[in-house]
């Protein structure tokens, strides 16, 4: 993920969610940047990204928190 996302901008971590019953990719990550413009421009030139083997899609937005009484969706 992280080489994804570096051409863009100074990267400050890059997370990948992980099944911790499987080993596998949760299906989803955290990326953060050094500024708020490199994360915008992530997010303008990686949504809807398509990327490996399988095709998958890219989305890219800014992290919105969930209150305690929302349901995972």
């Known amino acids: 993920m992280l080489e994804l996302f570096k051409p863009i901008g100074y990267v400050h971590s890059a997370k990948l969610a992980i099944d911790h019953e499987t080993s596998l990719g949760g299906g989803f990550g955290f990326v953060t940047f050094v500024?708020?413009?490199?994360?915008?421009?992530?997010?303008?030139e990686r949504n809807g990204y398509v990327y490996g083997q399988d095709k998958c899609t890219m989305k890219v937005d800014w992290v919105t928190r969930r209150t305690a009484l929302s349901p995972r969706k």
């Open 35 to 44: 500024t708020k413009e490199d994360a915008q421009k992530a997010i303008e």
